[in-house]
């Protein structure tokens, strides 16, 4: 790959990762709404949800080429353009 190729490549992995981050932390505003603790973590590139009870917590990713939300092992998704929806979605799921 050539310097350009290589650069273009570079910006283009930097915008998709602040979108990807973005994302995140509009789906943790719409969480800390309705009551959920979240936490962003690894360099804003996952979202912990702390369950209420005893069990571990849920990991959530954009993924699918930023087209989602994605949870369990990304067997549980929510489109990403429904922040409101997915966050409910996720309360639930986390036992909120």
Known sequence: ??????AAAT?????QRHSDALALTLLREALLRLGVRTEL???D??????RPQVGLPVWVF???GGAFYSWQSAEKRHPIND??????VLADY???
């Open 94 to 96: 986390a036992g909120r």
């Open 11 to 15: 910006r283009l992995y930097e915008r």
């Open 83 to 88: 922040v409101a929806g997915a966050a409910q």
């Open 1 to 6: 790959m050539n310097s350009i190729m290589q």
């Open 41 to 43: 973590r690894d360099n």
């Open 45 to 50: 590139t996952a979202l912990m949800i702390p």
């Open 62 to 64: 954009v993924g699918y």
